[in-house]
């Protein structure tokens, strides 16, 4: 199956500042790359995805990276904003199995004011 | 559109007892997605359903776990004779189609405590 690998697993920045968080995967079928944010006591909400057929996708302050040579895809957060920190997990869909996610181990956010 | 709406939020069991947990998928949704979250963890796969079979229970424990997802009503995940390993908050996501390269729509989880 797919395995999913995320760094940092923890970031503080300043807000304003960016924050970048990285992942990598191993099936190099996988096609579909979510992003998720959890806040404290809540459920995962998907807050971008990429497909394999395109490198790199925006929505206003946030974008997704994808290299699948080096299998690996990012998340850029721009002027950071207090209501940024959670935990934000990446994932990637298993192609050889019955197309699960498989998640990163996620990384704690903390924008500072 | 109402979301994953899972039930309870949060549930407490003795050790030994059988833990009932209830996600109905949003509407137009045909297929679930169990997972369980360690405090500060992420999130592992469990199993995947769609409406009357089971797609993939690769990440079930062998014993004491069990799901359904019945052609009418809710999907569940029952776990026997919990032990105190069980505590996790267990999350539902539904897709509209076939496998994840979809959007998956998770619930608000369900806080397992065994106590």
């Known amino acids: 199956g797919e395995n999913v690998e995320q760094h940092p697993s923890t970031l503080s920045v300043q807000e304003g500042d960016s924050a970048v968080i990285k992942c990598t995967y191993s099936?190099?079928?996988?096609?579909?790359f979510p992003w998720y944010k959890q806040e404290l006591g809540k459920g995962p909400q998907l807050i971008i995805d990429?497909?394999?057929?395109?490198g790199e996708k925006k929505d206003q302050r946030i974008a997704v990276t994808l290299n699948k040579t080096a299998k690996h895809f990012s998340l850029h957060i721009t002027e950071t904003q207090p209501e940024d920190s959670a935990v934000y997990f990446c994932a990637a869909d298993d192609q050889t199995g019955a197309n699960n996610l498989f998640f990163g181990t996620g990384t704690r956010l903390t924008v500072i004011p | 559109n109402a979301g994953v709406m899972q039930n309870p939020r949060h549930l407490v069991r003795r050790r030994g007892q059988e833990a009932r947990l209830r996600c109905s998928p949003m509407?137009?949704?045909?297929?679930v997605y169990w997972y369980r979250q360690l405090p500060e963890e992420g999130l592992k796969f469990m199993v995947y359903l769609q409406k009357e079979n089971i797609i993939d229970e690769s990440g079930m424990p062998k014993e004491r776990f069990s799901a359904e997802f019945p052609k009418e009503g809710p999907s569940i995940l029952r776990i026997q004779q919990v032990v105190r390993g069980d505590s996790a908050a267990y999350f539902c996501a539904s897709s509209p189609m076939e496998g994840g390269s979809t959007e998956a729509f998770f619930g608000q989880g369900t806080r397992l405590t065994v106590v």
């Open positions: 990429i497909r394999s057929n395109v």
């Open positions: 509407k137009g949704h045909s297929h």
């Open positions: 099936d190099s079928a996988s096609n579909y």
